[in-house]
């Protein structure tokens, strides 16, 4: 399989539960980036990594969420103490480079409920 | 403040028949766009993508038109087929910078047979 992948499908916790989200970008694509998205809404930019360094987060995360790329492979999501307006589909997306053939892959997603 | 905006939510168009889809922008430093289509429980699919340089691309069944003076683009799908039934989600990018998309609120098409 060489598309993105991520884990888990779904997540159920309670609020103030630590959730972490997993992402396997496309094997050769050193560009990787989270997106939310909410009912009704249309994915919103979280964060982006070139290879393990992230070089930009959106204002929407907040310190209560953050990401890592090691190595420049596979991403994780984390979100502490989570709270109700937290539930969301968590879009992962990677692409091979800059320009204007860049469009991104994206995964299945992660759907995170908060109770 | 909403970058890109997608003012029809939903749109039902017969088979066999054109399906239009529309798009605007406000931002004049986007200058690349993609329409992406979506399926419940499965990820954004790419579709197709223009540059600013250009006004149309083609890709099969499925053309965008850019109008860069209005802000605006479409996607027009001809034939609609049923099996294009899903979320259609607008785009835009600067190609610049982290690439980052903005996206549209999303369009649900049903093509009815």
Redesign the interface.
């Known amino acids: 399989d060489t598309g993105v992948s991520q884990d888990p499908r779904h997540k159920i916790t309670k609020r103030g539960q630590n959730v972490t989200f997993r992402c396997d970008p496309i094997s050769e694509h050193n560009r990787l980036y989270w997106y939310r998205q909410t009912l009704g809404q249309g994915p919103e930019f979280l964060t982006y990594f070139q290879n393990e360094a992230q070089l930009e987060k959106s204002r929407l995360l907040s310190d209560r969420f953050s990401a890592e790329r090691p190595k420049g492979s596979f991403s994780t999501l984390e979100i502490q103490r989570t709270e109700q307006g937290d539930s969301a589909m968590y879009l992962c997306a990677s692409s091979w480079r800059a320009g204007a053939l860049n469009e991104q892959f994206f995964g299945p997603g992660t759907r995170l409920t908060v109770l | 403040d909403q970058q890109?905006k997608?003012n029809s939510p939903s749109l039902s168009v017969q088979e066999g028949r054109i399906s239009i889809l529309n798009c605007d922008y406000t931002n004049s430093m986007f200058d690349?766009f993609?329409w992406?289509k979506k399926y419940p429980?499965?990820?954004?699919?790419?579709l197709i993508?223009i540059?600013s340089i250009k006004d149309k691309n083609e890709d099969g069944r499925f053309t965008v038109f850019l109008n860069k003076s209005a802000k605006h683009l479409s996607l027009h799908i001809v034939p609609s087929q049923p099996g294009d039934s899903a979320v259609y989600?607008c785009?835009a990018s600067a190609?610049s910078?982290?690439?980052?998309?903005?996206?549209?609120?999303?369009t649900r098409l049903k093509v009815l047979a």
């Open positions: 890109v997608q690349y993609l992406y429980a499965e990820g954004p699919t790419f993508s540059s989600f785009a190609t910078g982290t690439y980052k998309y903005i996206f549209g609120t999303g």
